[in-house]
């Protein structure tokens, strides 16, 4: 396997971005990304999108986007409900590692606000099993919500117990310029937040918003030519039962613990010497589960790591340094591009008020539907 | 308007019909053998119409077919062979609902369907009432 880096990232800032296509955001994270890199030496586009064809109506996003960018090259979109962008860097990773490869450009975009609420809703759910769970009205913030009430009744917990995870996104999101929500929030606020899927409050709930983002990476042989080239050393995915009763055990995130593992595994890495984290948290049971998955909290306790201040970004294990879902926003399907592009600011020490010293090592998780599918990569500040 | 489909999916709406595995394991809904399994290791089953609560939400935010209702109720329900399904539940307020309570199936309206208002019916999970 050839070694992967990561050359330009850019992305655009998370918003409701009503006057501007996918195509648009597309282009702006593009442009942003190649920099002034030959556009004629990019072999392979790969695009995460999960609502595209139904928000935007527009299918066939690889060709659709590549042409519009002036590209002639390999265009596939990825898709994988929200871990679609991090499916598609795991694509881009795949092509450089196995040679087939020197140049590619992953991008991750979602337009979600071309239609009214209950459509997005509605296409959401569509990462939820279609018959068995989406047919019957379920959607992916009250599949979430299943699992919340029944780890709350498992582990005699209160709900404001998850409201930490919150609170430390929001105080994140106030330093990321690209965030959707760069304001503070604090417990008391949160715990007096109105009930979108009981138990999940509103603001243990996402906004989902637009945006892109994209990364260009390369192999060894361009590698010397990047300032601050960043590695991929680990990267994996693995996938569980869409349907949510047909898991065997509700509150373990089978998806996430076995792509974390086999990640850290390729890394030769243990858990502890991962600097910075970025999971899917759109709520805090998401978080929680995933830590727990990881093995970063025994289950039934990965609520303390957030009341002990061990994700803020002076604790041991910085989480969501960006915002998170929750204040950066929810990028449905590009949300995997975004966490890296996020972390490579964060290895290149160029994170701003948001930077965490010396953070040499950081893994990103994303998650599809409710974990169903689960893409884990770690990145390296790289010696070239 | 996907009739087919609905027709299709009658028995397991209806009837609960899952599958049985020769050494005892129930699942729903009903489907071809995974990769390795003997083509006739799961015979057709109905699943047990009682179970327990095991995890519920009331979702006041609904995607565009629900939105008319202000609030919907869904469960998870363990049945009493052991088989786990999602259902809406219906018959009760979310004051009512404790994890643990038994429940019973019902058959009930899951809505309209295409352009023709198709209703569809299937199983919902009620509160059990007293024998």
Redesign the interface.
Known sequence: MNQVFIAGTACTAVREHYDRSLLDLALEALHGAVGSLDPSLIQALYVGNALGDTLSEQSQLGAYIAGAAGLNCEAVRVEAAGASGALALRQGYLAIASGQADVVVVLGVEKATDKL???L??AL?LGLDG???R?????L??AW???M??YL?EYQLPATAFAPFAVNAHANGAGNRHALYRFAINAQKWANA???????NMLDCSTVADGAAAVVLVSQRYAREIAQPIAIVGSATSSTNV????RPD?LWLEAAAASGNNALQQAKLKRDAINIIELSDPHGIAAALSLEALGYAERGHATQLAAEGVIAKDGALPLATAGGYKARGDVGGATGVYQVVELVAQLRGQAGANQIANAKTALAQCLGGVGATAVTHILQVAEV | MNLPKQWRLKGQRYRLEGQRHSDGRVRFPAQPAKLGEASDAWQPYQLANTGELYSWTAQRSNRNEFDHEPIVLVGMIKLADGCMITAQLTDCEPSELQIGMAMEAVTRSWGKVGDDDLLVYGYKFRPKLAD
């Open positions: 609420d209950a459509a809703q509605a759910a018959e068995l769970e047919a019957l009205g379920l959607t913030t009250g919500a299943l699992l009430q029944r009744h109105g009930q979108i899927a009981e138990p999940l349907a949510l009763a047909q509700l």
